[in-house]
């Protein structure tokens, strides 16, 4: 079996990119849903609800293959089991499909058993990153899940539903595990895509009025992506892997298009750059941001890079201001945390320092995170931390929990640390990775006192800054930010759970001496 998924399509199948409003179901055609399961850790939620960006282009190639496909974003409606299944059984669909990554993965499952519940004939579908790695724990889990897709899912999933519609043997689908007479089975790889330009849209199949971007008030949020892949890793991400080592660039003039349509027919003025790296290549990505500044379209633009590119793009910042960018994520790596090469890590914090310079003096705001509960890690090397964040001088600054992720490079490496192994706390807020010289709840007090220290220390300069935007930005963040549930609980930890922290390292002197 050839391992193109468009071998086995017929030629209206492939066509090129096209809007969800180009692809016409068959009379009568079998349903799927999509669903994002009902899963809050507090974090990212604070500042806007965020499409299922995944979604879109899976719909739009379940389209292709002749079903009739609806997205379910229960996440983004706050729904939860009970809202769920009435919302199932009015569907009555015939396919139910989720994704997920390791905090999501529990809910996952419990969202395509309830499917299989009140249905016991459907047939449910997983993908995303943790069951590409863990798809035999998956398995062992629950009865529930039929099928896993490994890897990137829209030509195996177009190849799997149309094999299921037409009588043909799943097990030839390339790029999925499935079960076969009591065993799993995974069948045998499938490329990645040559062409992400090809890939059909669903953007219909949203509730857009869900989508808003809390910092810009009135604002409708979406989401684009440029490129996909890594080809930088840590040790403990799972990008890099899961991507294959690649990194595959659409055509700026399709995501130029892309980017009108979302303004045009569905009023998105903020968009989210989901990519790992868009600013990779530099030439790509001057043309994108040329085009984007001649369309003259008023956009908010987010997105995450490297520290080396600002670095590198010195000359064509003004660009990134005047295309709409107003907010750059720079990821964690470059500020050099946890680097055994001590010259190293100062070249990273030197590098992180001047790139943050570079976006202030653009008007941008600037955001950061930085990793705290490393096996190695102490009150000491957390106050080392928070120096750290005073150097950078980020406008924004995450401190997040170390989480090894299962199928990380690096996982065996810390498996002896882990005190929690209840996936659903593996979300960067929830220690689980326990220091050989503190404990979990020392962690978790020494998170919520960063943050609290950072905001409360930051909270001058953002009111005395002179541009208006970006003042008026920073403190709607700060605001919906330290006014959170998420916040308000984790400050509750730091401040009531000093005391037993104190204790626990009392104790722990106690028994060493």
Same mark, same amino acid.
């Given at each position: 079996?050839?391992?193109?998924?468009?071998?086995?399509?017929?030629?209206?199948?492939?066509?090129?990119?096209?809007?969800?409003?180009?692809?016409?179901?068959?009379?009568?055609?079998? /349903?799927?849903?999509?669903?994002?399961?009902?899963?809050?850790?507090?974090?990212?939620?604070?500042?806007?609800?965020?499409?299922?960006?995944?979604?879109?282009?899976?719909?739009?190639?379940?389209? #292709?293959?002749?079903?009739?496909?609806?997205?379910?974003?229960?996440?983004?409606?706050?729904?939860?089991?009970?809202?769920?299944?009435?919302?199932?059984?009015? !569907?009555?669909?015939?396919?139910?499909?989720?994704?997920?990554?390791?905090?999501?993965?529990?809910?996952?499952?419990?969202?395509?058993?309830?499917?299989?519940?009140?249905?016991?004939?459907?047939?449910?579908?997983?993908?995303?990153?943790?069951?590409?790695?863990?798809?035999?724990?998956?398995?062992?889990?629950?009865?529930?899940?039929?099928?896993?897709?490994?890897?990137?899912?829209?030509?195996?999933?177009?190849?799997?539903?149309?094999?299921?519609?037409?009588?043909?043997?799943?097990?030839?689908?390339?790029?999925?595990?499935?079960?076969? *007479?009591?065993?799993?089975?995974?069948?045998?790889?499938?490329?990645?895509?040559?062409?992400?330009? *090809?890939?059909?849209?669903?953007?219909?199949?949203?509730?857009? @009025?869900?989508?808003?971007?809390?910092?810009?008030?009135? !604002?409708?949020?979406?989401?684009?992506?440029?490129?996909?892949?890594? *080809?930088?890793?840590?040790?403990?991400?799972?990008?890099?892997?899961?991507?294959?080592?690649?990194?595959?660039?659409?055509?700026?003039?399709?995501?130029?298009?892309?980017?009108?349509?979302?303004?045009?027919?569905?009023?998105?003025?903020?968009?989210?750059?989901?990519?790992?790296?868009?600013?990779?290549?530099?030439?790509?990505?001057?043309?994108?941001?040329?085009?984007?500044?001649?369309?003259?379209?008023?956009?908010?633009?987010?997105?995450?890079?490297?520290?080396?590119?600002?670095?590198?793009?010195?000359?064509?910042?003004? /660009?990134?201001?005047?295309?709409?960018?107003?907010?750059?994520?720079?990821?964690?790596?470059?500020?050099?945390?946890?680097?055994?090469?001590?010259?190293?890590?100062?070249?990273?914090?030197?590098?992180?320092? #001047?790139?943050?310079?570079?976006?202030?003096?653009?008007?941008?705001?600037?955001?950061? !995170?930085?990793?705290?509960?490393?096996?190695?890690?102490?009150?000491?090397?957390?106050?080392?931390?928070?120096?750290?964040?005073? #150097?950078?001088?980020?406008?924004?600054?995450?401190?997040?929990?170390?989480?090894?992720?299962?199928?990380?490079?690096?996982?065996?490496?810390?498996?002896?640390?882990?005190?929690?192994? *209840?996936?659903? /706390?593996?979300?960067?807020?929830?220690?689980?990775?326990?220091?050989?010289?503190?404990?979990?709840?020392?962690?978790?007090?020494?998170?919520?006192?960063?943050?609290?220290?950072?905001?409360?220390?930051?909270?001058?300069?953002?009111?005395?800054?002179?541009?208006?935007?970006?003042?008026?930005?920073?403190?709607?963040?700060?605001?919906?930010?330290?006014?959170?549930?998420?916040?308000?609980?984790?400050?509750?930890?730091?401040?009531?759970?000093?005391?037993?922290?104190?204790?626990? @390292?009392?104790?722990?002197?106690?028994?060493?001496?």
């Amino acid at each position: 079996m050839p391992g193109d998924a468009a071998s086995a399509l017929p030629e209206a199948a492939i066509d090129p990119m096209c809007s969800g409003d180009d692809i016409k179901p068959a009379p009568n055609p079998k /349903k799927i849903l999509f669903v994002t399961p009902p899963y809050h850790c507090g974090v990212a939620e604070v500042i806007g609800r965020w499409i299922p960006l995944n979604f879109v282009y899976l719909a739009g190639v379940a389209r #292709q293959a002749g079903l009739a496909a609806g997205i379910y974003d229960a996440a983004a409606k706050d729904h939860g089991y009970p809202e769920m299944e009435e919302r199932f059984r009015e !569907s009555m669909a015939d396919y139910v499909a989720a994704t997920a990554i390791t905090a999501t993965i529990n809910d996952a499952v419990k969202t395509l058993e309830l499917a299989k519940r009140i249905n016991p004939d459907v047939v449910t579908i997983l993908g995303g990153v943790h069951p590409t790695f863990m798809y035999e724990e998956v398995f062992a889990a629950s009865a529930a899940v039929d099928y896993i897709v490994i890897g990137e899912g829209e030509a195996t999933l177009r190849h799997l539903l149309t094999a299921l519609e037409t009588g043909e043997d799943p097990a030839t689908v390339p790029g999925i595990a499935l079960r076969r *007479d009591g065993a799993v089975i995974r069948t045998g790889s499938r490329p990645l895509m040559d062409n992400l330009d *090809d890939l059909p849209v669903a953007w219909d199949l949203l509730e857009w @009025e869900e989508y808003t971007y809390f910092v810009i008030p009135g !604002s409708r949020m979406g989401a684009i992506g440029t490129s996909r892949g890594c *080809d930088h890793d840590n040790g403990f991400g799972s990008q890099r892997r899961f991507w294959e080592k690649s990194w595959r660039a659409r055509d700026p003039r399709s995501v130029m298009a892309e980017v009108e349509q979302l303004y045009t027919t569905h009023q998105v003025n903020v968009l989210l750059i989901t990519d790992e790296h868009p600013t990779r290549d530099r030439e790509r990505w001057e043309t994108l941001l040329d085009l984007l500044i001649a369309s003259g379209l008023p956009l908010h633009l987010l997105l995450e890079t490297r520290a080396s590119d600002i670095i590198r793009d010195r000359e064509i910042l003004w /660009k990134y201001r005047k295309a709409g960018i107003v907010h750059i994520f720079v990821g964690f790596d470059a500020v050099g945390q946890n680097s055994p090469d001590a010259a190293a890590g100062e070249a990273h914090i030197a590098e992180a320092k #001047q790139a943050l310079a570079l976006i202030h003096e653009q008007g941008i705001v600037s955001d950061v !995170s930085f990793v705290l509960g490393f096996p190695d890690e102490t009150p000491d090397s957390i106050k080392k931390t928070m120096q750290l964040v005073r #150097q950078c001088n980020p406008d924004n600054a995450n401190f997040l929990a170390l989480t090894p992720w299962p199928y990380a490079d690096r996982y065996e490496e810390v498996r002896p640390y882990i005190r929690q192994w *209840d996936y659903s /706390k593996y979300n960067l807020v929830d220690p689980v990775v326990e220091p050989r010289n503190m404990n979990l709840l020392q962690v978790d007090v020494a998170l919520a006192d960063c943050y609290r220290r950072f905001y409360m220390g930051k909270i001058l300069d953002v009111m005395t800054m002179k541009d208006d935007f970006k003042r008026g930005y920073l403190l709607r963040a700060t605001k919906l930010f330290m006014g959170s549930a998420f916040v308000i609980r984790k400050l509750g930890v730091g401040l009531l759970g000093k005391i037993p922290a104190k204790m626990a @390292e009392f104790r722990g002197k106690r028994k060493e001496d």
